[in-house]
């Protein structure tokens, strides 16, 4: 008896798999197995064809361009951008009118590199200027290394748990010999690093933090390549993170030490007890700073984190999803060591 079966075969030309239509002995084994032979030929290419390879050095050239521009205050410094897609804040915006536009002194920044989805996040701080600001960029581009869509959430005073210099004591090493502003108007000395939360959070004891200990505070160094988590561990990992606002069932893999770093409040005072599930849902209360008050009276429901875009380095462990916190633009960082979350860093827009 006669039937006709579906064949898949890659078209190198095109990048695709293509169904032809062959007519096949149903009786005839040896034809059956040659034709799921290809069929699992085809499979195989077409898996490999959709994870895009990229250049690390290709993503490495546009981060080291991302920072040009944005020092210069000129987008031009990325390239043509007519036909890129734009956003700030989630929303289509006018490269030539936005934060590259503007000339900044960048004090930190640290960047991912996704040579599979050939995608970039770049964390910067400008914590010195007359207007501070903290901004997370992914960018997205063809295999080929063209840019496509540009997407940055750009955070300044005003927005949740703003304080440049907060983060950036978090993020640089040295940074501790920078003064902090209080909400005195004056500023604090070096050893009183604790004040500058109690002016977004309110009073709460912690554990003094001491300038010799901002050295070794995180540590987002290259892992050695027999040590790394798989992109999927790395991803289960923010995704349990994720899942636990409107999952409180969820098992998310807390590592020992944690430390997480919320707009400019840190939950870290470099002990080996530091903990990164602090106001995270229990089922028992959700008065915390990661269920804020911009959520409405209903947060304690549940919150749901959609719309997520990854972007993911093996090599340093990390990922970043930009997420819709509800219906705020929000950016997550990892640092993932051995399957265990070691950092985290969110950027949440409140006026966007």
């Given at each position: 008896m006669e039937s006709t079966l579906g064949k898949m075969e890659m078209d190198p030309s095109l990048g695709k798999v293509l169904f032809l239509k062959v007519s096949t002995n149903l009786a005839s084994a040896d034809?059956?197995?040659?034709?799921?032979?290809?069929?699992?030929?085809?499979?195989?290419?077409?898996?490999?064809?959709?994870?895009?390879?990229?250049?690390?050095?290709?993503?490495?050239?546009?981060?080291?361009?991302?920072?040009?521009?944005?020092?210069?205050?000129?987008?031009?410094?990325?390239?043509?951008?007519?036909?890129?897609?734009?956003?700030?804040?989630f929303k289509k915006a006018d490269a030539t009118k936005g934060i590259l536009a503007t000339p900044l002194v960048l004090d930190f920044n640290r960047s991912l590199h996704d040579t599979v989805q050939c995608t970039t996040y770049t964390e910067m701080i400008s914590a010195k200027g007359s207007h501070p600001y903290v901004i997370g960029t992914q960018m997205h581009f063809t295999p080929e290394g063209v840019l496509t869509n540009f997407s940055s959430l750009v955070t300044d005073k005003g927005d949740w748990l703003f304080n440049a210099t907060g983060t950036l004591y978090v993020c640089y090493p040295w940074s501790h010999l920078l003064p902090i502003p209080n909400a005195r108007g004056g500023h604090n000395g070096p050893r009183d690093a604790t004040s500058m939360s109690r002016e977004y959070i309110g009073p709460r004891k912690r554990a003094p933090i001491l300038p010799e200990r901002w050295a070794s505070r995180e540590k987002w160094d290259v892992i050695p390549e027999d040590q790394r988590d798989s992109r999927e561990t790395i991803k289960a990992a923010a995704d349990?993170?994720?899942?636990?606002?409107?999952?409180?069932?969820?098992?998310?893999?807390?590592?020992?030490?944690?430390?997480?770093?919320?707009?400019?409040?840190?939950t870290g005072s470099g002990s080996a007890n530091d903990r990164c599930d602090v106001g995270i849902?229990?089922?028992?209360?959700?008065?915390?700073?990661?269920?804020?008050?911009?959520?409405?009276?209903?947060?304690?429901?549940?919150v749901k984190l959609?719309?997520?875009?990854?972007?993911?380095?093996?090599?340093?462990?990390?990922?970043?999803?930009?997420?819709?916190?509800?219906?705020v633009p929000d950016s997550h960082e990892f640092r993932v060591e051995k399957g265990k979350i070691r950092y985290v860093h969110t950027l949440t827009v409140m006026g966007g």
């Open positions: 034809r059956l197995s040659s034709l799921f032979s290809l069929a699992a030929l085809a499979a195989s290419l077409f898996s490999a064809s959709a994870s895009a390879q990229c250049a690390r050095e290709t993503l490495v050239a546009a981060t080291n361009k991302l920072l040009q521009a944005q020092t210069s205050g000129k987008p031009e410094a990325l390239g043509a951008l007519e036909s890129v897609a734009y956003l700030e804040q349990a993170y994720a899942d636990i606002f409107n999952n409180k069932t969820v098992k998310v893999p807390w590592g020992t030490p944690c430390a997480r770093l919320e707009g400019g409040m840190y849902p229990n089922g028992e209360s959700h008065v915390s700073h990661q269920i804020p008050l911009f959520l409405g009276a209903n947060s304690h429901l549940g959609v719309n997520r875009r990854y972007v993911i380095d093996e090599t340093i462990g990390a990922v970043d999803v930009f997420i819709d916190f509800a219906s």
